[in-house]
């Protein structure tokens, strides 16, 4: 069994949820529950633990926080959440290929920039609206609807607090359709098929 590490560095606990939630599913997802198992660096996750982080934190510290990551935790992944904050799929990946540019090329590879088109509720919108929704095909185009919109639909209320949005999260996340939800995000889309590539080559 290969256990593959990984850290973190982003805007908010939803997306460190979601992330965690979709690692422990990816395996099955590839076939590879008896080949590999995913597991957050406890070492680098208390020195980049969450403190209101935003997007301009956020670009401040990516870069040296996985220098730091793969040289002294030895992480095999590293993943940074950035959301995007306006609908526009093409500033989305170049945000997201700008980011990558700034990334030394050792770690490339193994560095997953996710930018959620425009922030992490949209992710989370579209898996309540197909829990909601079972059995409907309609491509229900949210990602255009603004980021107090998204968080009204998935907590309820435009402004939250962690206490109540994170059971939330992690109930929506526990059971992600990752190809469905591939077919209506292309911002998950993005990240979905470089973790595969990035999962894939640590294999290799």
Known sequence: MRQITYGFVGEDVAQRIFLDNYLQQLPAYLNKTEVIVFTPNQGFHYEYK???NNKDSVDNLFVEAGR???LQYRLDLYFVGRDCD???P???AVLRREMESKVDTRWQ???IIFVPVQCIEHWLWYLKWNCDNPGITKNELLENKSNFLAKEAVYGRRKTTTKRSEPIVKDLT???P???LCSRSESFRAFHQKTVASVTQLLA
């Open 50 to 52: 969450l403190h209101d």
């Open 68 to 70: 730091i990551g793969f």
């Open 86 to 88: 306006h609908y526009n």
């Open 90 to 92: 093409a500033d989305q």
């Open 109 to 111: 590879d193994k560095t």
């Open 174 to 176: 526990e059971h992600i």
């Open 178 to 180: 990752i190809d469905w």
